[in-house]
């Protein structure tokens, strides 16, 4: 794709309003995006019937020159632009009415892969949601080819998926609130550098220049919806941004799962109310989520466990102190082991992946 082109797209996909729907109606009378920057207001309003002031000539300017300086930072980030009528689009999200009309990526994960999954859920997570989330990722890798999870990067439940995903070698596409030129939260950076480098995805249909809203995490939220066959809610209280992906989900004719919990945890209220409505399927483990999507499962040999891993001697030192004093914050065990806290991090972050130690929110940690 030459620069001149990918100029005219970003600019089409930056106009407000802009929809598949409404690129395709454009395409149907003009020939090519170049040609919507070049007509004039009253064309423009004759061919859509609209009255927007989308279609005034000093607005479409200003987002030709926004895009220009667009193309220059994907082609020096080495991110990928995908257009709504390039091939390797995905599929899944071409179906929703409201998918953007192109998508910016990093990394080189199929967003057409076989069986596509997203695993959602609250920022404050509890052990009981890590550790299914772990166990879920960890069987659904076991059992089918071509697997590839979607979240959001955000704490919690989120992040959980994305690192169970990285310990079980699976592909995983977290899809962001803002461009690429910043990853928020910027405490998972070293995550979505892992999740590139391990065959996955870093998605947004925001550019770099676009400012960031609270808005814009529940607009993502229909990209992580739409991408995936089925979307599982893991933890979540009675309202929240998993909900609103939930919602979506089963918008777009997809099917929902959710993690019931006791009545009396806050975040499990709202699983167990999407259950009790009928808005999703309860869920216990990957093999109902296989039955209920009549995927084909691999044989496969059960993995042992390993039951007394070897721990050097910071790992050991880290592990002894949880025992002592479950769920602290990282600062505190570094104070009590006398290491700086980069270094216990480290440690942490390696443990984690071995399943022996759980990550909370607020920068606690737990033994798994």
């Not at 007394?308 to 009590?336: C, G, K, M, W």
Request: net charge negative; glycine share 6%; charged share 20%.
């Amino acid at each position: 794709m030459t620069d001149d082109l990918l100029t005219y797209r970003i600019a089409l996909a930056s106009i407000r309003g802009m929809s598949v729907d409404l690129a395709q109606k454009l395409f149907d009378v003009i020939p090519d995006e170049r040609e919507f920057f070049e007509l004039d207001e009253h064309t423009l309003k004759q061919i859509t019937g609209g009255r927007s002031k989308v279609y005034d000539k000093f607005y479409r300017s200003q987002q030709l020159e926004r895009a220009r300086n667009e193309v220059e930072f994907v082609n020096k980030k080495n991110i990928r632009v995908t257009y709504f009528t390039d091939a390797n689009y995905p599929a899944r999200l071409l179906e929703a009415p409201d998918a953007p009309i192109l998508l910016y990526s990093s990394g080189d994960c199929d967003l057409n892969a076989a069986h596509i999954i997203s695993v959602v859920g609250t920022r404050h997570a509890t052990p009981y949601g890590i550790n299914f989330t772990q166990r879920l990722i960890a069987d659904l890798a076991a059992a089918l080819p071509g697997l590839v999870v979607v979240s959001g990067l955000a704490y919690g439940i989120d992040i959980a998926a994305h690192r169970a995903c990285l310990h079980n070698q699976v592909p995983t596409v977290a899809v962001m609130a803002r461009g690429l030129n910043h990853i928020y939260p910027a405490q998972h950076r070293n995550d979505a550098v892992a999740i590139v480098r391990q065959g996955g995805a870093i998605v947004t249909d925001y550019t770099s220049l676009d400012e960031i809203h609270r808005g814009n995490f529940l607009a993502r939220n229909r990209i992580i919806a739409a991408l995936s066959d089925c979307t599982v809610v893991v933890e979540s209280a009675t309202s929240g941004g998993a909900l609103v992906t939930a919602s979506l989900a089963a918008s777009y004719n997809r099917d929902v799962f959710a993690l019931p919990g006791r009545i009396s945890d806050e975040f499990s209220s709202g699983c167990n109310r999407l259950i009790k409505s009928n808005r999703a399927a309860l869920i216990t483990g990957a093999e109902e989520l296989i039955e209920a999507m009549q995927w084909e499962s691999m044989a496969s040999v059960p993995q042992q466990r390993e039951m007394f891993p070897q721990l050097n001697t910071e790992e050991q030192q880290v592990v002894d102190a949880l025992r002592q004093h479950p769920d602290s914050h990282i600062n505190d065990i570094a104070s009590a082991l006398g290491q700086p806290v980069y270094r216990i991090m480290s440690t942490l972050m390696d443990l984690e992946c071995r399943n022996i130690v759980l990550s909370l929110p607020g920068s606690r940690f737990s033994l798994a």
